[in-house]
């Protein structure tokens, strides 16, 4: 079945991917992308709508009845302080599936994180666990919320630690096999990306938070 996207978060690692998976796929028919910046991608299903998560895009540019999904995210280093830090992770992303629901998309899917928690200590996970409960409570008709770890791939940009972290767990890789570890086992964007695609394809009513086990146990 044909089928329309609208995506956040298109130029980030994860997002980027699903746009090159959902390119590949002769059933999409239309993307459209909404953020500052456009996705590195040309193709004539793909348009891109430069828009900052304020107010409203304007409601005839966009599909009805599409799959909504959100890969947008910065970290508390990036964003300089936890106010901008929540400003994109909470207020972007709860604005994003406001609008999922104005349009009644037929299902939005949000990735937070490993830990996600509104009851955390940590003040990354709690805001990652705030959004969670927010855009579950807005009415729409199907939610997916994804929650991996430390999501690995070829990113653009430098990011301090991530590099060393990605490495070791490659060299862990056994490891992360022993139960009860498949939870924190690093996240690749690519096998990422497909499974939520998957869960994108077919009609499932209701909330749905998928954990990284899940994720990463799913072939
Ligand atoms: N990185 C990890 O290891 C990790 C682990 C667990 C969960 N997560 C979560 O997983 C999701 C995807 O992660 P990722 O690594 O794919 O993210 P990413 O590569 O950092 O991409 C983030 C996306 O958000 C957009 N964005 C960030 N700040 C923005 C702002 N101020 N205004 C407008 N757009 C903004 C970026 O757009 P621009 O290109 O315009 O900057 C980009 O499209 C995020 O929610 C992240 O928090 C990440």
Do not use: W
Request: proline share 4%.
């Amino acid at each position: 079945m044909a089928t329309d996207y609208l995506i956040a978060g298109g130029t980030g690692l994860v997002g980027s991917e699903i746009i090159r998976q959902l390119l590949a796929n002769e059933s999409t028919r239309k993307i459209i992308t909404l953020g500052r910046r456009a996705a590195d991608f040309s193709d004539k299903r793909l348009t891109h709508l430069t828009y900052d998560f304020s107010g409203r895009p304007q409601k005839s540019a966009l599909p009805s009845n599409c799959v909504a999904i959100c890969t947008l995210g910065t970290t508390i280093k990036q964003a300089g302080s936890q106010e901008a830090f929540r400003k994109v992770d909470f207020d972007y992303v709860l604005n994003f599936a406001e609008i999922a629901r104005d349009i009644k998309a037929s299902s939005l899917h949000v990735v937070t994180a490993h830990g996600a928690a509104k009851s955390s200590l940590i003040f990354y996970n709690r805001v990652k666990g705030e959004i969670e409960e927010a855009i579950q409570r807005i009415g729409l008709v199907e939610v997916h919320i994804y929650r991996p770890s430390l999501l690995i791939g070829n990113r653009k940009e430098h990011r301090a630690g991530e590099g060393f972290a990605a490495a070791a767990a490659k060299a862990l890789s056994p490891v992360f096999k022993l139960p009860g570890l498949s939870s924190v086992q690093p996240t690749p964007a690519d096998h990422f990306a497909a499974f939520i695609i998957r869960q994108a394809s077919s009609v499932s009513p209701g909330n749905h938070v998928h954990s990284n086990a899940e994720i990463m146990s799913d072939r």
